[in-house]
């Protein structure tokens, strides 16, 4: 008796840029992986399948002309999907919300808090990361969060005391009933 196929998970890139090709190596190897690299080609596969998760790798999202595609992941979501804004997203995002964002390097700690910590197993419990850490992320969001006695790490700049503890470069949140995720890490 054979089993079903698993869900597929969605790699969405929509300018067609991917970096961190052994990331993506690797989850092919350990997930059935479909890439879609236009609007119309994810629309399709959005109404033929649901997915395990979508993987939204780039920030043409944030424009007006993906409005449309925005609004069908965002009923993927609410009805149980899991989407996860990472790789390049945060790098190329292009909007006003940049009071959002705190961008350094520092030790990120794993927030044992976390609503979502229980359901992302095998997590390191720190973590030195280069991100655009989301700012005032509620506690039970931040996967990862600074410690209070976090300090900025840079070859150029003299290190400072991290000043904003509610600043997040993992964050996942329960929105309606399914997730919504962020990866800030830049490199």
Not at 20 to 35: E, K, M, R, Y
């Amino acid at each position: 008796m054979s089993s079903a196929p698993p869900q597929p998970t969605v790699l969405l890139t929509l300018e067609g840029i991917v970096h961190n090709a052994h990331l993506f190596n690797a989850l092919h190897t350990h997930a059935n992986v479909f890439t879609v690299k236009s609007k119309a080609e994810a629309l399709s596969f959005l109404a033929a399948h649901t997915p395990h998760a979508v993987l939204l790798t780039d920030a043409a999202l944030s424009t007006d002309a993906y409005r449309d595609l925005c609004e069908r992941l965002h009923s993927y979501v609410l009805s149980g999907g899991i989407a996860v804004m990472c790789n390049e997203f945060s790098s190329f995002l292009k909007t006003p919300v940049f009071n959002r964002w705190i961008y350094h390097r520092t030790d990120f700690y794993l927030n044992r808090a976390a609503a979502a910590v229980c359901l992302l197993p095998g997590l390191l419990p720190v973590y030195s990361m280069k991100a655009s850490s989301l700012k005032g992320v509620d506690a039970p969001s931040r996967v990862y969060q600074p410690a209070e006695d976090s300090f900025t790490q840079s070859n150029v700049f003299a290190p400072e005391r991290v000043q904003d503890q509610t600043q997040a470069p993992v964050a996942y949140r329960m929105v309606g009933r399914g997730w919504l995720g962020y990866v800030g890490d830049v490199n």
